[in-house]
């Protein structure tokens, strides 16, 4: 089973860095199963969320208004719009209480890659010390690559970086892109329940 996963994470990028981010981030998201947005990219994200539904709303309500008012009009009325990409897609990687507005919040969202487990959480100091997830997505700290913690373990440091990662039974494919949307060395390594990873160079 292939797990695809977008993930953001602004740091402390100036507003509009971080607004153009999440933006470039949600188009990117569209060929993977999930976006997961840390810290202030949640709340970006949300308010994007928000605006999105406000012009599809308004859309639809000026169709039905153009269908009432039309005596030719067909039977069916205008559907009220679906969920958008983000409500359906996005997950804000965040502590309980986090506000995100109408996208789902998760402190510790689980993926299963197959038999491998990915876990994401908010920053560093969440991950357990017991090796119960192959891969941890870590928010609020500066983009790492860790492949050397424990035998058939890997975290991955988000901050501050847009970052593609795929999962595909124990290969993992990371393809981070800077805020600014230039493309930063890629990643790739295997994971194993009980063997040591294995890293190869991209």
């Given at each position: 089973m292939t797990v695809r996963l977008l993930c953001v994470d602004v740091g402390d990028a100036d507003d509009a860095l971080a607004a153009s981010a999440v933006t470039r981030a949600v188009a990117l998201s569209a060929s993977h199963d999930?976006?997961?947005?840390?810290?202030?990219?949640?709340?970006?994200?949300?308010?994007?969320?928000?605006?999105?539904?406000?012009?599809?709303?308004?859309v639809w309500l000026e169709t039905s208004a153009a269908w009432l008012l039309n005596e030719d009009r067909p039977i069916d009325p205008p559907s009220r719009p679906q969920p958008g990409p983000l409500q359906a897609r996005a997950t804000a990687i965040a502590k309980p209480g986090f506000d995100a507005a109408g996208l789902a919040v998760n402190e510790r969202l689980v993926e299963l890659a197959g038999?491998?487990?990915?876990?994401?959480?908010?920053?560093?100091?969440?991950?357990?010390?017991?090796?119960?997830?192959?891969?941890?997505?870590?928010?609020?700290?500066p983009f790492r690559v860790d492949t050397e913690q424990r035998p058939g373990r890997a975290v991955i440091s988000l901050g501050g970086c847009i970052?593609?990662?795929?999962?595909?039974?124990?290969?993992?494919?990371?393809?981070?892109?800077?805020?600014?949307?230039?493309?930063?060395?890629k990643h790739a390594f295997s994971i194993g329940e009980r063997s040591r990873m294995s890293v190869r160079a991209s």
């Open positions: 999930r976006l997961l947005c840390f810290g202030r990219a949640a709340v970006l994200a949300a308010r994007l969320d928000k605006q999105e539904r406000e012009e599809r709303e308004g038999a491998f487990l990915v876990m994401a959480v908010p920053n560093a100091q969440a991950i357990d010390a017991v090796d119960n997830a192959h891969l941890w997505l870590v928010g609020a700290s970052a593609s990662i795929i999962v595909d039974g124990g290969e993992v494919k990371v393809a981070p892109l800077s805020l600014q949307g230039a493309d930063l060395p």
